[in-house]
């Protein structure tokens, strides 16, 4: 049995979890509404407060889906009740980020500004030299904080670019000069 998919996930005061046929989950909270549809080999039922996924035999593809859809469903009820948040950090002399509306432009380092929409359910937030991505959706905040990253990798040498906060940056020792 899959150790994370036979655990049951408790439904929060507040947040309503609709199962609609062919596995459409809709889960509403204080934060917002999410909706999403699982694979349909797994069943999912409502007990009480909490809800128990299953899955119908012991194939291979089957214990992977059995927690990939468990996990799902606890990202969305935990999405709407705390959301989730993701904080790079910009590194280098003369690279800044500023917020204009639902802009997000950065300098870093080009001819050119590179300015970048919030996109829908997503807000950027902008303290220095910190960029925090903020949304209800894991899968969309994790994604428009890699873009963003994409923009400037952070290089080995000087760590110069844009890393994560928690990120390590493996560095390297420059060339040295002729003897």
């Known amino acids: 049995m899959s150790r994370i998919g036979r655990m049951p996930v408790?439904?929060?005061a507040g947040v309503?979890?609709?199962?609609?046929?062919?596995n459409k989950v809709m889960v509403k909270g204080p934060k917002g509404t999410l909706e999403r549809t699982l694979p349909t080999e797994m069943t999912i039922k409502m007990d009480g407060d909490q809800i128990v996924v299953t899955r119908p035999n012991d194939l291979k593809k089957m214990k992977s889906l059995h927690g990939l859809t468990r996990?799902?469903?606890?990202?969305?009820?935990?999405?709407?009740?705390?959301?989730?948040?993701?904080?790079?950090?910009?590194?280098?002399?003369?690279?800044?980020?500023?917020?204009?509306g639902k802009k997000l432009t950065l300098s870093l380092g080009f001819s050119h500004p590179v300015e970048m929409e919030d996109p829908e359910g997503l807000e950027t937030v902008v303290d220095g030299n910190k960029i925090t991505v903020k949304g209800i959706d894991k899968e969309k905040v994790g994604q428009y904080a890699a873009e963003i990253r994409e923009k400037r990798k952070p290089e080995p040498y000087k760590g110069k670019g844009i890393k994560y906060v928690d990120e390590v940056i493996r560095r390297k020792v420059g060339k040295t000069g002729k003897k």
């Open 16 to 22: 309503t979890v609709d199962i609609a046929e062919g």
């Open 10 to 12: 408790t439904v929060p």
């Open 71 to 100: 996990t799902l469903i606890a990202n969305m009820i935990t999405g709407v009740t705390e959301g989730y948040e993701k904080s790079l950090e910009v590194n280098g002399v003369g690279y800044r980020a500023a917020k204009a």
